[in-house]
């Protein structure tokens, strides 16, 4: 399984931005999906995760502000963040694995990641 980030850039506060995450190989559609992000200095979180079972999980800090979603043909997951704030900026990493889901916070525990994309908030 290969992952592949996109949608990072610059963005003001309270704007919003999407990012992708491009899923390749085989059965991808098992797979669930996570976004973790890492700011200078911190260790890597959670952001939201999303099973195939279409289960999602948020962090509170994003909750009602972002939304995990893949499409119907499974091969692109996205994060859309709304309302975003300064404190978001990050650079955000999309992870796959066949049996984590949102309640493994930890970054081992998601096998498959793609290459990260920053997100930087502006004020």
């Known amino acids: 399984v290969q992952l592949q980030a996109s949608g990072g850039g610059l963005v003001q506060a309270w704007g919003s931005r999407r990012l992708s995450c491009k899923i390749s190989?085989?059965?991808?559609?098992?797979?669930?999906m996570t976004w973790f992000r890492q700011a200078p200095g911190k260790e890597r979180e959670l952001v939201a995760a999303?099973?195939?079972?279409?289960?999602?999980t948020y962090a509170d800090s994003v909750k009602g502000r972002f939304t995990i979603s893949r499409d119907n043909d499974w091969n692109t997951a996205y994060l859309q963040m709304n309302s975003l704030r300064p404190k978001d900026s990050a650079v955000y990493y999309c992870?796959?694995?066949?049996?984590?889901?949102?309640?493994?916070?930890?970054?081992?525990?998601?096998?498959?990641w793609g290459q990260g994309t920053q997100v930087t908030v502006s004020s």
């Open positions: 999303r099973t195939s079972a279409d289960t999602t």
């Open positions: 190989g085989r059965f991808v559609d098992r797979y669930n």
């Open positions: 992870a796959a694995d066949l049996f984590a889901t949102g309640r493994n916070t930890e970054s081992t525990d998601w096998r498959y």
